[in-house]
C-alpha cells in the first residue's frame, strides 16, 4: 500500500513554491521554511485570516488554534508547519510576517 503524497510547499526569499499547488480533499500540506526569516503561514485575508471555513486569527491560543488554516506563530528556519485541508475550494493564504508573499491551494 502506498504512503500519501507528501504535498511540501516551499518558503523561500522569493515567496511561496509551487503555487498553485492542487491536493485532494483531506491532504495535508506541508509549509517548509527555508527562507531565512520566520514565516506565519495563515488564510487569506490578512490580517484576519478567515477566508477559510473556520479559521480566524482570534482562535490563535484557544484550543480551537490546531483546527484553523493559520500556524498562529512564526515557524522558523528549517522548520514546517502541516495543515491537512477537508474544505474542497481554492484557498488562498499569505505570510502574515510579510503579506506580499501568498499563495493558493486547490482542494478538489
Request: charge should be negative; proline fraction near 7%; hydrophobic fraction near 30%.
Amino acid at each position: 500500500q502506498s504512503l500519501p503524497q507528501e504535498n511540501v510547499v516551499t518558503y523561500t526569499s522569493a515567496g511561496y513554491s509551487p503555487s498553485p499547488i492542487k491536493i485532494k480533499t483531506g491532504e495535508m500540506v506541508v509549509f517548509r521554511n527555508e527562507g531565512g526569516q520566520p514565516m506565519w503561514t495563515a488564510s487569506a485575508m490578512h490580517p484576519t485570516h478567515t477566508a477559510y471555513p473556520s479559521s480566524d486569527i482570534k482562535k490563535c491560543g484557544t484550543p480551537e488554534a490546531d483546527m484553523i488554516f493559520d500556524s498562529c506563530a512564526g515557524t522558523p528556519l528549517g522548520e514546517s508547519w502541516s495543515f491537512k485541508f477537508n474544505n474542497a475550494g481554492e484557498w488562498k493564504y499569505h505570510d502574515h510576517l510579510n503579506a506580499g508573499r501568498y499563495g493558493a491551494i486547490i482542494v478538489e
